[in-house]
């Protein structure tokens, strides 16, 4: 299984997905284009942070319209089935949920965000448009942010969320709780028709 993350890792890094800088290399695609060609990206349990277990970080690039309002995401999301949103900023502290997964769209603005833990996390650049997946477990950070970012996160079917900071005892029951989530039913960014769920069935 390591050896397949790896693969994929590698393959998503070949195309040219970017870590540190805003993704480039995807030529004149549309939004419709890049919806359906997200990225993937899996984190291995450091021990820590149990970094979405089975399932990879999901990210769509420039697939939101331009900047705001939030309220456009929100029905975005939610018309998909992915609702209890908020709006605001990301945790300057290393955290994850286990109760549930998330998606976050940036609405305005652009972040560096550190995905993974410190361990074997990496940074992504973020920036109005777009669009991450999160699956429970999987660590997030925000190094830093314009003055002007916003973002919406959401959940499926409206699940609540814990905030776990990778502290002492928060497993077995994190990883409990993370076990027995069932599989979004809808992409938040197309729906039915969306990569997510193939993308995390293939995990």
Same mark, same amino acid.
């Given at each position: 299984m390591m050896e397949r993350r790896t693969a994929v890792k590698a393959l998503a890094l070949a195309a040219g997905a970017s870590l540190v800088s805003k993704a480039t290399g995807r030529g004149a695609q549309t939004q419709a284009e890049t919806a359906m060609n997200p990225e993937a990206f899996p984190f291995a349990d450091d021990g820590t942070f149990p970094n979405g277990g089975k399932y990879p970080l999901v990210v769509y690039r420039q697939v939101l319209s331009g900047t705001g309002p939030a309220s456009t995401v929100e029905e975005r999301f939610a018309a998909n089935g992915w609702t209890n949103s908020w709006r605001n900023g990301v945790y300057p502290f290393h955290h994850y949920h286990s109760t549930s997964h998330e998606v976050l769209g940036v609405y305005a603005g652009s972040a560096l965000l550190t995905l993974g833990g410190p361990k074997v996390g990496q940074q992504f650049q973020v920036a109005a448009g777009d669009v991450l997946v999160?699956? $429970? !477990?999987? =660590?997030?950070?925000?190094?830093? $942010? $314009? =003055?002007?970012? !916003? /973002? /919406? !996160? =959401?959940?499926? +079917? !409206?699940?609540?969320? +814990?905030?776990?900071?990778?502290?002492?005892? +928060?497993?077995?029951? =994190? +990883?409990?709780n993370i076990a027995g989530l069932p599989l979004p039913t809808r992409d938040p960014v197309t729906g039915e028709s969306g990569k997510l769920r193939q993308l995390w069935t293939a995990a």
């Open positions: 999160i699956p $429970a !477990g999987l =660590a997030h950070q925000c190094i830093r $942010a $314009a =003055a002007d970012f !916003g /973002v /919406v !996160g =959401a959940y499926p +079917d !409206g699940r609540h969320w +814990d905030l776990l900071r990778g502290q002492p005892g +928060d497993r077995p029951q =994190a +990883d409990h």
